[in-house]
DNA sequence: CGCCTTTGACCCGCGC
DNA sequence: GCGCGGGTCAAAGGCG
């Protein structure tokens, strides 16, 4: 699959559908929760709900060094189409795995992952993200700077990135434009 | 009525 | 071998 990353595909595609539907095209199911001693914010467990057998997962969680932010973090490859059309590109940013920023509290409380999912490939110090079969770990990606850095740190260096930061900055944007009562701080 | 969210407990893996 | 931390499963409740 070819690596069709463009942010201005945050489009919010409301899907009339329920409410579960997030942006990135596929429906999240929440199964578990889990609070990190990294990180005193509480971690969220998805999967993806649209197809049993699809081996996706989804780590969400605040990002410590501003907790107005999330990071979402995707695990493994969807084996099946995202719910419109959207979701297939960013079904091609997500197909391996990748950690974005969900815009903060934009929404209600729970429903935060409704938001929106940066590719941080858009922060060009990481360009190479889709490996054939090496690093489908984000982690991978973090070793490649210190076995010892963390998801939060490895956050923080990213953002210092002037090209993250515009990303980010547009991202967020994007998804206040989109979002029908925007409060961020 | 069905699906999703929430919370607690349990299990597995890793480090000391 | 023990302890700690992370991740997953299962049951109950709530909402659409």
């Given at each position: 699959?070819?690596?069709?990353?463009?942010?201005?595909?945050?489009?919010?595609?409301?899907?009339?559908?329920?409410?579960?539907?997030?942006?990135?095209?596929?429906?999240?199911?929440?199964?578990?929760?889990?609070?990190?001693?990294?990180?005193?914010?509480?971690?969220?467990?998805?999967?993806?709900?649209?197809?049993?057998?699809?081996?996706?997962?989804?780590?969400?969680?605040?990002w410590?060094?501003?907790?107005?932010y999330l990071v979402a973090?995707?695990?493994?490859?969807?084996?099946?189409?995202?719910?419109?059309?959207?979701?297939?590109?960013?079904?091609?940013?997500?197909?391996?795995?990748?950690?974005g920023f969900l815009s903060?509290?934009?929404?209600?409380?729970?429903?935060?992952?409704?938001?929106?999912a940066l590719?941080?490939?858009?922060?060009?110090?990481?360009?190479?993200?889709?490996?054939?079969?090496?690093?489908?770990?984000?982690?991978?990606?973090?070793?490649?700077?210190?076995?010892?850095?963390?998801?939060?740190?490895?956050v923080?260096?990213?953002?210092?990135?002037?090209?993250?930061?515009?990303?980010l900055?547009?991202a967020v944007?994007?998804?206040?434009?989109?979002?029908?009562?925007?409060?961020?701080?």
């Amino acid at each position: 699959m070819d690596a069709h990353v463009d942010t201005s595909t945050t489009t919010t595609t409301t899907t009339p559908t329920t409410q579960k539907v997030v942006k990135d095209g596929y429906q999240w199911r929440k199964y578990g929760q889990k609070v990190t001693k990294d990180n005193p914010s509480p971690r969220a467990y998805f999967r993806c709900s649209m197809a049993p057998s699809c081996p996706v997962k989804k780590k969400v969680q605040r990002w410590m060094e501003d907790k107005r932010y999330l990071v979402a973090t995707y695990d493994g490859e969807h084996n099946h189409d995202a719910d419109c059309s959207i979701g297939r590109s960013f079904a091609s940013a997500n197909s391996s795995s990748m950690a974005g920023f969900l815009s903060p509290e934009t929404s209600n409380t729970s429903r935060f992952q409704s938001n929106i999912a940066l590719d941080l490939t858009l922060s060009g110090s990481s360009q190479e993200k889709k490996r054939p079969s090496s690093s489908r770990d984000p982690m991978e990606d973090y070793d490649h700077h210190n076995k010892k850095m963390k998801i939060e740190e490895y956050v923080a260096s990213l953002t210092k990135d002037p090209n993250f930061t515009t990303a980010l900055a547009a991202a967020v944007a994007s998804s206040i434009t989109d979002l029908p009562k925007p409060t961020i701080l």
